[in-house]
């Protein structure tokens, strides 16, 4: 199991079976919501317990991000048609014991760097 928070504590979460996709996301929505690439774990909605306001901007029309309304923490990243959630690898409180399994929209990804870890690289 695995434990999160935002920077103020207002949310806080656990997911069991997190790992199921670990990747790093470069799309442009990401990058600007998380200041550089999103690294994230899923896993299926049942499988999280979610304590506090968490506040849910549209991003488009097949998905909403979630984030904590008093820190502005991006917390949550939920397609509309999937049965599971990402969630940010970087509110995890203490090792994740997880390992990066891929990159994905890299072919939108910053141009002041590059991606030179060998895991596999999806440019959508």
């Not at 910053?110 to 060998?118: L, N, S, V």
Request: aromatic residues 12%.
């Amino acid at each position: 199991m695995l434990k999160g928070s935002c920077n103020c504590k207002g949310v806080t979460f656990s997911v069991t079976d997190g790992g199921q996709s670990v990747s790093a996301c470069h799309c442009g929505q990401c990058r600007k919501q998380s200041g550089h690439h999103w690294a994230s774990g899923y896993a299926p909605l049942e499988n999280f317990e979610i304590s506090g306001d968490v506040r849910w901007y549209e991003a488009s029309p097949t998905a909403k991000r979630g984030f904590c309304p008093t820190c502005g923490c991006f917390l949550f990243w939920k397609a509309h048609d999937e049965d599971g959630m990402s969630f940010s690898l970087g509110v995890i409180d203490g090792p994740t014991g997880l390992k990066l399994q891929k990159h994905i929209f890299v072919a939108d990804k910053g141009d002041y760097y590059d991606i030179a870890d060998g895991v596999l690289q999806k440019e959508h």
